[in-house]
Nanobody, 124 residues
Framework: QVQLVESGGGLVQAGDSLRLSCAVSGRTLSAYFVGWFRQAPGKERAFVASVFWRGGVTYYADSVKGRITISRENAKNTVYLQMNSLKPEDTAVYYC?????????????????WGPGTQVTVSS
């Protein structure tokens, strides 16, 4: 079992920055990804970014490249999602996610574990 706990969501204005955190605990084994998905009202849950824990290689959705950065802090077993220049269309519930294995591509149905989610609201 793996537990994921997000924090850092909130209400911000367009152009602001926000950093989300995801604390990872439990039995993670050796090869896995930790990432972020988001789900806006009326839309499907969509991949945002991920990091392969062993080597730190990162992956991003094209829509967020240049504005969002994912990173990990091994000592704290924590993954961060730094979001800059936020837009109203970034408004969503952001979910931390965990996937075992080596394949970088990540569809939501491939997720092994989800966090409860944290709301991010960007006002115009």
């Amino acid at each position: 079992q793996v537990q994921l706990v997000e924090s850092g969501g909130g209400l911000v204005q367009a152009g602001d920055s926000l950093r989300l955190s995801c604390a990872v605990s439990g039995r993670t084994l050796s090869a896995y990804f930790v990432g972020w998905f988001r789900q806006a009202p009326g839309k499907e849950r969509a991949f945002v970014a991920s990091v392969f824990w062993r080597g730190g290689v990162t992956y991003y959705a094209d829509s967020v490249k240049g504005r969002i950065t994912i990173s990990r802090e091994n000592a704290k077993n924590t993954v961060y999602l730094q979001m800059n220049s936020l837009k109203p269309e970034d408004t969503a519930v952001y979910y931390c996610a965990f996937k075992s294995g080596f394949r970088a591509g990540w569809e939501s149905q491939e997720t092994d574990y989800w966090g409860p989610g944290t709301q991010v609201t960007v006002s115009s």
